[in-house]
């Protein structure tokens, strides 16, 4: 399974960036997808999931309102948009993909509870600077 990111970059405290994702060699509608970030010394956390047929979705609180996952199946690409950005979203975002429990976005964001494989591309680093 491969990811691509891209999208990422810096941007001004209250801007806009929009992150992608694109998989390969797998089926990509099967797939539960969700993006993570992480910052030095701190542990991975699921910020947006989304399921992989009906696209519901699940946001940490720390960005709910801000940002929106979607996904194109077609394309075999996930988007995340971000909005009114703060300097403490800046952070590598990393994209992330599963086949196990694919209806259950809250349970694919969280870190510590999905018994599954995720399958994770390089990272985008954002940057915000206030």
């Known amino acids: 399974v491969h990811l691509v990111e891209s999208g990422g970059g810096l941007v001004q405290a209250g801007g806009s960036l929009r992150l992608s994702c694109e998989i390969s060699?797998?089926?990509?509608?099967?797939?539960?997808m969700g993006w993570f970030r992480q910052t030095p010394g701190e542990e991975r956390e699921g910020m947006a999931c989304?399921?992989?047929?009906?696209?519901?979705?699940y946001y940490s609180d720390s960005v709910k309102g801000r940002f929106t996952i979607s996904r194109n199946n077609d394309k075999k690409t996930a988007y995340l948009q971000m909005n009114s950005l703060n300097p403490h979203d800046s952070a590598t975002y990393y994209c992330?993909?599963?086949?196990?429990?694919?209806?259950?976005?809250?349970?694919?964001?969280?870190?510590?509870?999905?018994?599954?494989?995720?399958?994770w591309g390089t990272g985008a680093l954002v940057t915000v600077s206030s």
């Open positions: 992330a993909a599963g086949i196990h429990a694919p209806q259950l976005p809250w349970l694919f964001c969280d870190i510590k509870r999905y018994a599954g494989t995720r399958y």
């Open positions: 060699s797998v089926p990509f509608p099967d797939y539960v």
């Open positions: 989304v399921s992989s047929i009906d696209g519901r979705t």
